[in-house]
């Protein structure tokens, strides 16, 4: 039987079936002890007990596909589902909190950091073309266009625009944090500019 996933938060936040660290599923935890949950981290949790995964199925499942299934499972972010998986149960009220009050894992500009991931989420290839175009001269133009140039051609060639995704996702993330520091000091936002956002109200205007 399904549970939703209001009713596996209760569950975690009760201190039932804590989940078990670094691992999407534990075989020799769970032959131990096939009826608890602890087998599993949260999201294997989440691809278990709401969406029905059998636990032969979240065994062979590579983690890139884990994170995709979890964020259409919850609808949200593939960032919020990879966030989800990195924090697990490492702070107090985890995992939790990652899903229902994720400032308090992220910081004060917890909506516009969910925001960016969702803008990552929608892109297309024209606008990862845009976005490799544009890291290619801001490399240039700082003197360093042979290493940007061949990793961008690497990524475009592999149509790896997920791991290009968690490179720039993680930059992006810094200034969206940071952003009030760059401003006093007149700085411009670098990574967050190469996605075209170029002012943090740009960014605020996609998070309304």
């Not at 032959?31 to 007990?49: E, I, R």
């Not at 720039?168 to 009030?180: D, F, P, S």
Request: aromatic content about 10%.
């Amino acid at each position: 039987m399904t549970q939703t996933i209001e009713e596996l938060i209760a569950r975690w936040n009760s201190g039932d079936g804590k989940p078990y660290k670094g691992l999407l599923f534990d075989r020799s935890a769970y032959d131990a002890n096939p009826d608890s949950p602890a087998c599993m981290c949260a999201q294997g949790q989440v691809l278990h007990y709401v969406a029905g995964w059998d636990v032969e199925r979240l065994a062979l499942i590579k983690q890139s596909e884990a994170d995709k299934a979890v964020a259409e499972q919850l609808g949200i972010s593939l960032g919020h589902a990879i966030l989800l998986r990195q924090v697990n149960d490492k702070v107090d009220g985890a995992p939790a909190i990652v899903l229902t009050h994720p400032e308090k894992v992220l910081g004060e500009h917890a909506q516009l950091l969910l925001a960016f991931f969702r803008y990552l989420d929608s892109m297309d290839g024209v606008a990862w073309q845009k976005y490799f175009a544009a890291r290619a001269a801001a490399w240039d133009a700082a003197g360093a266009a042979a290493g940007a140039a061949a990793g961008d051609a690497a990524w475009d060639a592999a149509g790896d625009a997920a791991r290009a995704a968690a490179w720039a996702a993680a930059w992006a993330a810094n200034e969206i944090q940071g952003h009030k520091i760059l401003a006093d000091k007149g700085k411009p936002l670098f990574f967050l500019g190469l996605f075209g956002f170029k002012t943090i109200e740009a960014l605020l205007a996609v998070a309304a």
